[in-house]
């Protein structure tokens, strides 16, 4: 099957804006969980975290369900039968997902964890043991992974929805979306952008959840993203589908482009975070979603050097990026008298090669690459 150049380059541009959203995140006036600490009340350079927030995480997984198709395609054109196929894509998911998000928490995230407890005064009771305080480390220093461990649960998932659906009648009925005239296909896109609503509707209040590990579920949003992920799966990895988006892109992209003013414009000085079961907030993740795929299907089919490396390497930079982020903002804020400004120059500046670097060294580490990016052994680079 050949390689579509531009899902790859959509999935590298959204890794790099989950790494600008982070480090406008860390110093957020909004109260968001997880920040260190704005520089005033109110700061609108905080736009960007309005803009991207809705979004951003939901497309990641409609791009990992398109290529979970995908993989799953050229498994099945590779191997004697579907069960063979099926067990090597979970081998592989398991290897490249869970190993990360799980064993990688105690050689790499725990730092992390730390790092957390530091910055945003985390209790720790007094007397503790070190391998009791690892530990607690370690299972705090989730951050970002979250969104991998989401995704081996939902590849799991789909082997069991395709066990179900031996004959993939689900999957061709979706295709027919690319035959349908535009107002048909308008109908079904604003249906399933109400259901993106109504599932995101699965919240519970913080003043419920203190206490408990019930408010990982806001975090997780797991039915949310398995709606994604499965839509990505079943309705647009098909390829006219794809291209009816990438002929409506100018029409997608002003809808999108609305939608993000306002959001922004009516929620502005308000915890994003807790914005999740708003209408608005996931009719916008929604249309952005399809915005993005239409503008990268129309615009963005040729590979650049830069963009190759990125295909290659931003699943590992998305891995390894948040400690350096954490670790740059704690230290500039919080001991050093520099400005605002100067602050996220720096940040800006630094994050990516830093990010880069470490993904670069430990990926060259034999068990350690293993245990943080599920690589088994050093491949060679052409």
């Known amino acids: 099957m050949e390689r579509k150049v531009w899902i790859d380059n959509l999935r590298w541009v959204t890794v790099l804006l989950v790494a600008l959203y982070h480090v406008l995140y860390l110093f957020n006036a909004e109260g968001t969980f997880g920040g260190i600490g704005s520089f005033a009340p109110v700061q609108y350079q905080d736009v960007v975290l309005y803009v991207l927030y809705p979004w951003f995480m939901l497309l990641l997984f409609v791009v990992a369900g398109m290529s979970s198709r995908y993989a799953l395609e050229a498994l099945e054109a590779k191997l004697p039968d579907r069960r063979a196929a099926h067990r090597q894509f979970v081998r592989q998911r398991t290897l490249k997902l869970l190993v990360p998000s799980t064993i990688g928490l105690f050689v790499y ?3 992390t964890g730390y790092l957390n407890m530091v910055a945003t005064g985390g209790y720790m009771p007094e007397g503790l043991p070190a391998l009791v305080r690892y530990f607690i480390f370690a ?18 998932l789909l082997v ?12 061709a009925l979706c295709g027919r979306l690319g035959g349908l005239s535009a107002i048909t296909v308008t109908v079904v896109l604003m249906a399933l952008a109400a259901l993106f609503w109504g599932v995101a509707q699965v919240y519970v209040e913080p003043d419920q959840t203190q206490g408990s590990l019930a408010g990982l579920l806001n975090l997780y949003r797991p039915l949310f993203y398995l709606v994604g992920f499965l839509t990505g799966y079943f309705v ?11 002929a409506q892109r100018w029409a997608l992209l002003l809808i999108g482009v609305t939608c993000a003013v306002v959001f922004t414009v009516t929620n502005f000085g308000a915890d994003y975070a807790m914005l999740t079961t708003a209408r608005l907030t996931n009719i916008f993740a929604w249309w952005a979603v399809l915005a993005m795929l239409g503008c990268f299907k129309a615009w963005a089919g040729r590979m650049s050097t ?11 930079i998305y891995i390894v990026h948040y400690l350096p982020l954490l ?9 050093t008298a520099l400005p605002a400004w100067a602050v996220y120059a720096v940040m800006l500046v630094a994050a990516f090669p830093v990010s880069v670097a ?7 580490i034999p068990f350690v690459r293993w245990c943080v990016f599920g690589i ?7």
């Open 160 to 171: 069991v929805v395709r066990l179900l659906d031996r004959k993939d009648r689900a999957y």
């Open 306 to 316: 830069f963009g190759r490396y990125m295909t290659r390497s931003s699943y590992g």
């Open 358 to 364: 470490i993904y670069e060294t430990l990926r060259r």
């Open 236 to 246: 647009l990895s098909h390829e006219k589908v794809t291209d009816a988006l990438a």
């Open 327 to 335: 670790f740059l903002a704690c230290t500039l804020k919080n001991h």
């Open 109 to 111: 995230h725990w730092m």
């Open 376 to 382: 088994k052994k050093k491949k060679t680079e052409k």
């Open 139 to 156: 299972l705090t220093g989730i951050g970002p992974l979250w969104f991998v461990q989401d995704l081996w649960v939902f590849s799991l």
